[in-house]
């Protein structure tokens, strides 16, 4: 049996993993229906099983901000279906194993609730975490 470098979860308000992520616009209001995400916008995601970051920091450690430690695999992302951006991947600044994905809400995602997956090293997050748009 082999081990994988990653394995992607989006943290959701559901101890399932399903429903509303945990997200937040970048307007600093947590993503909800009364606060839904606007197409061009970041929303910032929280996950774990990103694998090694650079610079690389401890386990278990307070993730930096300065210098950020970025995710080593490539990182995609696609809302409602459609790909979108990846401005930041990483440890969370100040959160103690957590990583923070930062994703641009891309045109032609329609408003309502939607699904966000992220995949990293070839591996796709859960799926059935949502998030709102505008």
Do not use: C
Not at 61 to 70: A, E, H, K, R, Y
Not at 79 to 93: D, E, N
């Amino acid at each position: 049996m082999t081990a994988q470098p990653t394995f992607p979860g989006i943290y959701t308000f559901d101890q399932l993993g399903v429903g509303q992520a945990k997200a937040i616009n970048q307007d600093g209001k947590p993503n909800s229906k009364v606060a839904p995400a606007r197409t061009g916008e970041a929303v910032s995601i929280y996950a774990s099983g990103l694998g090694a970051v650079a610079p690389a920091s401890p386990a278990g450690q307070v993730g930096p901000s300065d210098p950020l430690s970025i995710v080593s695999e490539p990182l995609v992302a696609s809302i409602g279906g459609v790909p979108a951006p990846v401005a930041f991947a990483g440890l969370a600044p100040g959160g103690r194993g957590l990583y923070q994905v930062n994703i641009i809400v891309p045109a032609g995602v329609p408003a309502g609730t939607r699904e966000i997956v992220i995949s990293n090293g070839g591996v796709a997050s859960q799926g059935q975490a949502t998030i709102e748009v505008q």
